[in-house]
């Protein structure tokens, strides 16, 4: 049984220990406190090993029992074999949860899963909430606690609705570009071996987590089938709840078994899950950094409609058809926006909206960017909207742009995907990073931003079907 | 009837003719010439307008019968009315090729349509080649000429053994950062229209190409489809061809007839199409620029065991999940390679070999970097290998990758693909561009990876099987 009050112990706990190595490294303790120092952790820090006596100028203690406070969160990096006796300390000390993020368990060999056995037994009878092992933890960027184990360069994420549970730490910040990851964060989680703490129990705290709008999940395998059922459904009715799975092939199966020691779940049946529960499957690992910015910042579409303005008449052939298998269709378009397209350049009064002619044509077509953008937000026509605009190193059409999303944000009620392409990767990170600072989701690609768009179409459609009953 | 010499005069002109305005901006005539002369183009270059005097003092030629000398190719960018009468100056003038940049044709209406009929009959009558209408046109780094129409920012492209054909403007140097892509090109091509010059054309003359090592094409749709079973087949015989279709569905065919006027394909009958052909079906735009990469740089793998080299366990299994349908299977690992990765960390011996918990526990694993990328690749039951290295900010780590690089360079007819990720973009693309430009292809997605891996794979097996037969 989890109560959303336990697992604040792993995301907000007033106090941490941590136990391992102090050496100067990319891995380690040394990382660990670091990390809680310059991410801003205004909790206790009690760093633990009888072989040093100061860390960054933080004291670190012989053993647990000389910590002079109460301890909410252990931080475990020590050889595997020592972690059995290690939680025996823990519940002498009354040490409330624990992310044991050495390696060396079920993922290893039969031996690693009877410690992990042995490890697990012991936490229960102290009431000791476990996360990992085989982990690199958690993160909580809202409360600025990053008790980060491998270092990553960077201190901060911005702080923001998407929450990302992963059974690998390819979410945590050494793997992950947060900094140049413009959509903000509010928690990271790697399970590793789930030994305890499951996507379940994360599921059920993030429903309840205020800061969190969506979840992304990347999973292995999942740990209780029917639990998952009833939890997933609940949760997905409340914020749209996204998951890449590997282990669809034998092969892969069988290679997370010797990852994280998952059973995995036959694929079909995993489809057949989330078609059940509403959760939403993404195929790519990209996708679980991309899809979830459409839910974190945009409000839901109401119908499936989208309206398509693009420099490129190509693309718009793609996103058509790329669309379609989401119940996307091109948008009509009321008379008085054809004719005031019409006004600016004879013909391109209609959807999909290609400026490229206009632009070639009419000199001042980007001092008109805004009324253009304007009027196909505002065309009742319109459910969606998808914009490609050219990142030209040109400042004047970047500025334009920004001036046609400024006039535009905040005053519609519809979605908005962007996918920006052009000559210079500089001018495309620029337009990208403006346009995401105002809220606006920009995708690498343009069939993630349709997928996008597509996914959050059928989650609104299934949510208006079930709030109608 | 196509021969490569007619197709040449696109790609390889002695002189060229502009027709159009020469108003500097982001797109026309001016645009052109601007480009030809930095691009490093050897030939004569005749602009022609009678408005104007000079362009980039360059003399302008009040019309075509006026130039002094013989024209292989035109580049038309005036009105669509006055095509026609400009073709029967170009044939007056004894042009043998022509390019038309202007739109305005059968993707605008039926007028346009009609417009076209006529500027094909016209040209077929005076043996003129023509590509498009409405077409960005064409792009041939090795010979330097770069007659672009649209303002790019930048004007070389690195030489290379990639050949991109496409029914839009989106692979010219306007919509792609090709100074970022650290692949080479051998020729570009948009077709537009086609209303005379098509995809089997092309693919014909792009087999005699002695640069083009592999051809990547995007397609509306097909002309002439019996052409196109026989062409592709011969072609795909001799190089790889890589197409990504729109079209797919009955909304994306809709809006491909009026982007190029294209009759779209059934998607069904393509499929079998491919099937037939060996063509190599992708199914993103970003594939585009992706896949062709192993192809231009890796030698074929011989068989499908592949070796992962990683320092992250999750995408090893997200890998091998992600492979075992294109028939990629993990590698064993003969005796005295485990041995030797034993005796560095005990455990580690074994496929995948993940350096992660080897990293956190021994000092120097660094160091040793290259002797362990060696062995792997020196492993006889290893066919190709997969290398996902973390791109620390750190200098040492990333200098350890190059060096380790350096090492089994044109030692091992066998590819690599590498996924690079890490907590810094900046360190991603560095390390991508240092591997790159020794011949590693470093792709965006670690699927598209094991993707481009998995074609190249079935390509192989489909060569040794007709070769054997």
């Known amino acids: 049984m989890t109560t959303s009050s336990e697992l604040t112990h792993f995301f907000k706990p007033d106090s941490v220990a941590i136990i391992g190595s102090f050496r100067k490294g990319f891995f380690g303790g040394y990382v660990i406190v670091d990390s809680l120092l310059q991410g801003g952790y205004k909790g206790k820090i009690y760093p633990v090993n009888p072989n040093y006596e100061q860390v960054l100028g933080i004291r670190v203690y012989p053993s647990l029992e000389q910590i002079p406070g109460d301890i909410d969160l252990a931080l475990i990096m020590i050889n595997a074999r020592g ?12 040490v409330k949860a624990a ?33 990992g092992p085989n982990t690199a933890g958690v993160v909580n960027p809202i409360d600025n606690f990053y008790p ?38 509010s928690k990271i989680c790697d399970l590793g071996n789930k030994c ?30 029917k639990r998952f ?25 069988a290679a997370s078994a010797s990852h994280t020691g998952s059973m995995a779940v036959n694929d079909a049946i995993f489809d057949a899950v989330c078609a059940q529960t509403g959760v939403i499957r993404l195929d790519t690992f990209d996708e679980l950094f991309e899809v979830p910015k459409i839910f974190a910042t945009q409000p839901l579409p109401r119908g499936g409609r989208f309206g398509i303005l693009t420099i490129t008449g ?4 793609m996103a058509i058809d790329y669309g379609a298998p989401f119940g996307l269709q091109l948008a ?21 909206v290609d400026i490229g002619p206009m632009m070639a044509a009419v000199r001042g077509t980007f001092s008109r960017y805004h009324e253009i953008l304007d009027a196909l937000m505002a065309d009742s026509n319109v459910d969606a909207l998808l914009h490609i605009p050219w990142a030209h190193p040109s400042e004047d059409i970047i500025e334009s742009y920004v001036r046609a999303y400024e006039n535009i944000r905040g005053r519609y009620q519809k979605p908005v995907v962007t996918w920006v392409y052009g000559p210079s990767s500089q001018a495309v990170s620029e337009l990208a990073y403006r346009l995401e600072r105002m809220g606006f989701p920009v995708f690498k690609q343009l069939e993630t931003a349709i997928k996008a768009l597509g996914l959050a179409l059928q989650y609104s459609q299934k949510r208006m079907a079930s709030d109608a009953q």
Chains 1, 2 share one sequence.
Do not use: W
């Not at 009509?332 to 009064?349: E, H, K, N, V, W």
């Open 148 to 185: 980060c184990p491998y270092e990553a360069g960077y201190h901060t994420i911005q702080k923001g609705a998407i929450a990302l549970i992963s059974q690998t730490g390819m979410t945590n910040p050494q793997a992950f570009p947060y900094q140049d990851y413009h959509c903000g964060v």
């Open 196 to 225: 305890d703490v499951d996507e379940c129990d994360l599921l059920e705290y993030l429903a309840e987590d205020e800061h969190t709008k969506v979840v992304g999940i990347y999973l292995e395998g999942i740990k209780d089938g």
């Open 314 to 317: 190509g693309m718009a052939v």
């Open 229 to 253: 059922l009833r939890v997933a459904r609940a949760v997905s009715s409340r914020k749209p709840v996204l998951i890449v799975k590997s282990g669809r092939t034998t092969q892969g199966a």
């Open 83 to 94: 972690v059995p006796e290690l939680i025996k300390q823990c519940a002498d000390k009354g």
């Open 332 to 352: 009509g378009m009321q008379p008085q926006t054809a004719s005031f397209l019409d006004s600016i350049f004879s013909g391109s009064g209609h959807m999909p």
């Open 99 to 131: 992310i044991i993020i050495a390696d060396g368990f079920a993922e290893r060999n039969e031996q690693g899963a009877q410690l992990q056995e042995q490890v697990q037994q012991l936490a229960k009878q102290a009431h000791i909430r476990l996360m």
